[in-house]
């Protein structure tokens, strides 16, 4: 070891002098050059280390600032995590709502229905209808309806038996009992076999939808397991990218900090040079050289090295800047699933809005149902009357058949009064003229009321032919295929001619007949010749027995006639129902053309009719046969009446005024029940028509409420389109307001905290500002110091050259910071300038200017304080080079902090344009924003005074600096003051350091408990997810029973449909049905006028004979019996087919039911004869054949 050497007052060692020497000769320098060129080369090598260390404080500076902006961008993203998260909860929260309101509209529904269900179960327990308390109410409302259509054909039924067979009417009821309880039985099992089927039809909708459901569930459970998976990678990602950026934190620490002690070490080695160098000028050998050159190159690897490290940051920086757009293209990935799941939400709220739709659907046609429910019970209210009139119908009809009983009664009653009268004939002979009178007088009443009847048939034919006419009138419709039917039409008119000649055949055969019975009347006036002897009664009497023999014989002939007939009849029977079948195919074609779905049953129903008419048919004919039987006994009975009324003519002939006199009181009763049942026939007629005209208008009605109603469906339907599109916009709308006003207050609080941040910020620069005024005015006082000193010290320069050099490169530093400060001061009045615009300046520099004169006092008790320590440290020359090594690391830690300035500078402007933008934002919501301005730019100008003033002083400064060469004195002094005030820096600056240490690690922390938040955060998208999916399952079953709801509403309206186009097939059948009743009617009392006037006159013709017999009887002188009475009954009986008025509307059955026998009637009356062939009848017939 070499013993050092002192050279200047400053210890140099040997080695140390020989290293720079060889480090000077590895440089190409000659170590035998003097001292001042060693000290000008070891300078410029001072100067590019130190520019390369401020190069790579440079490149550590924007990699910090990179690493900031990245940090940034992660909190930004952290930020958009958070706001979607909280997006999420509020769509979770909103359909909660939305599926708790819809399951309420649910579950009212169903308490609804439910309570519509019991009342109908209620309503049919009441009734006693228990199997159909277990079915549904459309099933029970088409029970009844199918029901009474039964009731309705059966009563029809029973009144067309009660019309043909009035004895029979007893038993209807307990047939219709049994075709009830039997066509119950058919509904029942029908019913049950309907249920059954739609008991199927339900298994198989379920099962159906259990599939539908399955796939549904698989789809989202494969969904979520996606979606899980996804954010299992991500987190995963997120976890990887904080470990890779705290990696960075822990590197760039660590280079920090490497730099740092190689900075220190530089330092040291520098300033033991310096003061090495100016001891020794001369001493400099080899040795030192190659040391010097040894330490460059050691610099130079070092440089290097941190060249490599930089470089190396710049790659991790290039990764991490990879991974921060992968992680970007990850979140715009996962905002496009968001969005994808808010498309399947809005899908969701869309079957939301269409089940609301649905069930507001269902609502009205619950009503509607509701409404026809009772429309149909005002029906089956109305055709419950119409039960209760048509029962009441019936019972008169059956008082009308216990009334005839009761006239048949009286007849017999009045038998045996004639009886009694041919005992009392030869009383009676003599009142016989005033009788004849009064019997003309009767006979003309009779042909008044027969007139009367004439005109009162008129004016039905005419009411008739008005019904007609409306008839046809709506019949107008049809043109187009009544013209397609005229051939139909022309074929059955020559059928008709055809009929009309089979008539008049008939009618020839009858006028044959009648010219027998004339015949037959010639022998019987013969026989008369021969009554007026008396001796030859017997003998006439036995003559008549064999006329009588002869009569069974002509009757047994005309029985093998009336079987030809029969035959001949049958023949005709089948002609008809030829030409029946014909119109039935006729309306069949129209109905076909009408309504091609009702085919079937208007076929069914056509048979059912033909079979009802040919038992009708038969059941006249076995009537006929019955009468026929009648008839025979009835002659008979009277073959032996003829001999006890030839006895009882004396007595009857003087209780044959009262007789006349009670006929003709029975002759009006008679009429007036005639007169009655015409009432009461036209007002039910009249009632019928009305209630047909109101089902009619009623159906009509109801077609027009159906096509409103369908209308006013369609309509809904395209509103209800409509009202969706509107409110998906409307959703849209409000999530994009929402997402903007949630925007917008994240901004405002960011801006809010930018603020705040930015009001500390300029709270610390103006404390920076006024430590800066303050410090110069302490130069400025040292100067003048120092130019004191300087005058004093003059004598003392050549002893401190080597000092000067020192302080030449200082002042170099000096002037350097000077310029920088120079550079700062335009970015500091354009950062002063756009922060002047914020609201609250004015009052922060208030609050600064005072802290500013408090730190000013201080300064000034410190400057005080400073040069008390200044004195003591002139003394203690020892702490020289102490307070070097202090200077140098406080110019290196001004440099370092001049440089966190500028980044804090950058940063700011930025966040100052922020600010401006946001503030240009907030200045027309506020009017005091203008008044905070003007202050503002009052502020404004007073700082750019201050500028401008610290301009000028800067550039006095420079000048008084170029002066400070000159003074060395001024210079120590002035280094040892700045050593003092660079300690109190570097203590702010450690303290600012472990202020950035703590915020570090509390953002750190901050860090942490967000990363907790967030898996606490997906934790919760976790169960909101499984939460949203067992809302989507209960969703999705409510659908399906929403669904299976509508397909039983679907299923009850089409059974109403179809009930409905069954009333009105049922109608139309029932208006037919009531056609052809009127025309029964029509006919019946037309038949009951024909047989109350053949009545009168089998009276009539009965006294006259009497009389005739009574007149022969005197003349002759004694008793002389009739000599056919019985052909007077016979020639009656075709009267009752001539004069019954059917005509040609008249079936084949009631031809035959009026000829009993076909035994001709003879001794009629030419009265009698004129009235059967008045043209009143003839006009009866032709109405009736119309």
Known sequence: MSRPTAVNGILTNKNELDEINRRLKQNGIDPRIGDQAKLQELWHLFARTEADLLTSKQALSGAERQHAVEMQEVESYMEQVRHLSEERDALTQEFEMENDQLKKDVEKLRQEIADGKREVTQLLIQEGFMDLADGTPSEAIAYFLVERTRTMDELREAKRKAASSPGGAITTSKQVQEVLDKERKIMEEEMRTEREKVRKMKDSIEQIYAKELNKVKADSKLKITSLESQKRRLEQEARHHHQKTRDLEFEMDRLKKSLEREKKERREEVEKLQQQLPGSPRDLNQSELSQLREAKKKLEMELSTTKYRLKTGEEDKHKLNQRVKELTESLDTEKKRRSSYEGTIIKLKSVVDRNKKLVTSLEDEKQTLSEEKSALQMRIGFLEKDLQELKEQERSLRNQTTSLKSEQTIIERQESEIKSLREEKEQQALKLQRTMVSLETERRKCLELGEKLTSTEEKWEQIVQRYKNNEKDLANKLDKLTRDLDFSKSELEANHQRMHQIQQEHDKQLEDARGETQTLKEQLQQEKGLSNQADRHRETIKELEGIVDELKKDRDVLARELQ???????????????????????????????????????????????????????????????????????????????????????????????????????????????????????????????????????????????????????????????????????????????????????????????????????????????????????????????????????????????????????????????????????????????????????????????????????????????????????????????????????????????????????????????????????????????????????????????????????????????????????????????????????????????????????????????????????????????????????????????????????EAVRDQNRNVSTMDYRVKYLERENGVLQDRIDTLSR????????????????????????????????????????????????????????????????????????????????????????????????????
């Open 564 to 1050: 030809i007939m029969i035959g001949k009849e049958q023949k005709h029977k089948e002609k008809m129902m030829s030409i029946e079948q014909s119109a039935e195919e006729i309306k069949r074609l129209e109905a076909q053309l009408e309504n091609s779905v009702m085919k079937q049953s208007s076929l069914v129903e056509e048979l059912s009719e033909e079979k009802k008419r040919n038992q009708k048919l038969q059941d006249q004919l076995n009537f006929s046969q019955e009468t026929l039987k009648i008839a025979e006994q009835s002659t008979d009975h009277l073959k032996e009446s003829i001999g006890r009324k030839s006895a009882e003519l004396v007595k009857q002939y003087d209780w044959s005024k009262e007789n006349q006199l009670k006929l003709e009181n029975k002759v009006k009763s008679l009429q007036r029940e005639l007169d009655e049942a015409r009432s009461m026939t036209h007002q039910d007629k009249t009632a019928v028509s009305w209630r047909l005209e109101r089902e009619e208008k009623r159906v009509k009605e109801l077609e027009d409420m159906l096509t409103e109603k369908k209308e006013e469906l369609v309509e809904a339907r395209r509103e209800s389109g409509r009202i969706l599109m509107n409110q998906t916009r409307a959703e849209e709308r409000a999530q994009e307001e929402a997402r903007l006003r949630l925007d917008v207050e994240q901004r405002n609080k960011v801006l809010e905290e930018e603020m705040t941040k930015q009001w500390t910020q300029l709270k610390d620069l103006m404390a920076r500002l006024t430590a800066n005024e303050s410090a110069k005015q302490e130069l400025e006082v040292q100067l003048e110091k120092q130019t004191n000193e300087t005058r004093q010290r003059y004598s003392e320069i050549q002893q401190v050259q080597a000092e000067t050099n020192a302080t030449t490169s200082t002042l170099s530093v000096v002037q350097q910071r000077a310029q920088a400060a120079e550079r700062k001061i335009p970015e500091l009045q354009q950062q002063l300038d756009e922060k002047s615009l914020r609201l609250q300046a004015t009052e922060a520099q208030l609050r600064d200017l005072t802290s500013t004169k408090i730190d000013l006092r201080t300064c000034k008790d410190d400057i005080n304080r400073l040069k008390a320590q200044l004195h003591e440290e002139r003394i203690d020359k020892s702490l020289l080079n102490q307070q070097l090594e202090d200077a140098k690391q406080q110019v290196a830690a001004c440099i370092e902090r001049e440089e966190r300035l500028r980044h804090e500078n950058s940063d700011m402007k930025h966040r100052l344009i922020e600010t401006q933008n946001k503030l240009y934002a907030t200045e027309d919501k506020s009017k005091s924003v203008e008044d905070m301005h003007s202050l503002a730019e009052q502020g404004k100008k007073s700082l750019r005074d201050q500028v401008s003033s610290l301009q000028q002083e800067v550039q006095r400064l420079q000048t008084e600096l170029m002066q400070t060469s000159q003074r060395l004195d001024a210079q120590i002094t002035k280094y040892e003051e700045h050593k003092l005030h660079h300690k109190n820096k570097i203590q702010q600056a450690r303290e600012i350091f472990t202020r950035h240490k703590s915020v570090l690690a509390d953002s750190l922390m901050k860090l942490q408990q967000d990363l907790n938040t967030t898996n606490a955060e997906l934790q919760k998208e976790q169960n909101n997810r499984e939460n949203l999916q067992k809302k989507h399952d209960s969703l999705l079953e409510e659908h399906r029973k929403l669904l299976a709801l509508h397909s039983d509403a679907e």
């Open 1087 to 1186: 038949q009951r006028v024909a047989m109350e006037k053949l009545i009168r006159e089998y009276r009539l013709e009965k006294q006259k004979q009497e009389i005739d017999k009574s007149l022969l009887v005197s003349s002759s002188g004694g008793l002389v019996f009739p000599s056919s009475p019985l052909s007077t009954l016979n020639s009656t009986v075709p009267k009752t087919t001539l004069t019954s008025g059917l005509g040609l509307s008249q079936s084949s059955h009631s031809l035959r039911s009026s000829q009993p026998g076909r035994i001709p009637g003879h001794d009629l009356s030419p009265a009698n004869r004129e009235l059967l062939r008045s043209p009143e009848l003839s006009n009866t017939q032709s109405s009736d054949e119309l």
